[in-house]
Nanobody
């Protein structure tokens, strides 16, 4: 059984930092492309950051220079370091594991950037 369990969400002040974690089980983690998506109220889910099995990363323009995605294959965990968080980053953040023919999601964790 595949499980992706996110943690680290919560309330953060604008300009603050937060780190999300996603622990995976039931998959051969190291060969999966891992991603973080987010969905704000009334908006479509969007891809925030991706890290490939090679370690190459991609980011949506709105978070470049502020967010960093990383992975620890020994711990089967992917991280999203969020710095200089803005109110528009408020959303439910989802972890995703993807490989040809397979697509798995976490349950989501709420991030609220507000003073």
């Amino acid at each position: 059984q595949v499980q992706l369990v996110e943690s680290g969400g919560g309330l953060v002040q604008p300009g603050g930092s937060l780190r999300l974690s996603c622990a995976a089980s039931g998959i051969r983690f190291s060969i999966y492309t891992m991603g973080w998506y987010r969905q704000a109220p009334g908006k479509q889910r969007e891809l925030v950051a991706t890290i490939f099995s090679s370690g190459i990363t991609n980011y949506v323009d709105s978070v470049k220079g502020r967010f960093t995605i990383s992975r620890d294959n020994g711990k089967n965990t992917v991280y999203l370091q969020m710095n200089n968080v803005k109110p528009e980053d408020t959303a439910v953040y989802y972890c995703n594991a993807r490989r040809a023919g397979s697509d798995f999601w976490g349950q989501g964790t709420q991030i609220t950037a507000s003073s």
